[in-house]
């Protein structure tokens, strides 16, 4: 099966249906293992892009927050939400379709905050300098939850079974 073909005809039929232009296939072992348009505009949810719920549902399948093993295709290159949550779920590799730059002069998305050509940008600053207005309130009990945690995790401050970088002070070293 062509798994990139599907992504576009899964993108395709969701515009045909009054959906956005996006849509995500999650492989594994050469089958499907979950895919999704994005359903914004079906939902009315802001996170209900087609990244978010295809690795939803495949972790679900999987009975695990981790996607080792997967080929993930995405008809355009992911947001940074979407980017966010592929980077949590640890796939193999992530294959995008388009570009920002190809799609732009067909559909545009310049919210409040998110313009496409500067959103990533705004990762890279300072919180405080940030176009969303963010403030810092310390919290000495919200430092609490996280001691809690650990301890509850025998001292363990890393999440189970969670695929490492190799550059990760836990990770075997290599000789």
Sequence with gaps: MDFAQRTIDLARRNVAEGGRPF???????????????????QTGDPTAHAEILAVREACTRLGTEHLTGATIY?????????????YYCSPDEVVFLTTREAYEPHYVDDRRYFELATFYDEFAKPWQERRLPMRHRPSEDAVEV?????????????VAGAPTSPTSPTSPTVS
């Design 23 to 41: 849509a995500t296939v999650i492989v594994k072992d050469g089958e499907i293992l979950a895919e999704s348009p994005n359903r914004v505009a």
């Design 74 to 86: 995405v008809l355009a290159h992911p947001c940074p939400m979407c980017l966010g949550a592929l």
């Design 146 to 158: 996280y001691r809690s945690w650990q301890q509850r995790n025998g001292g363990e401050r890393r």
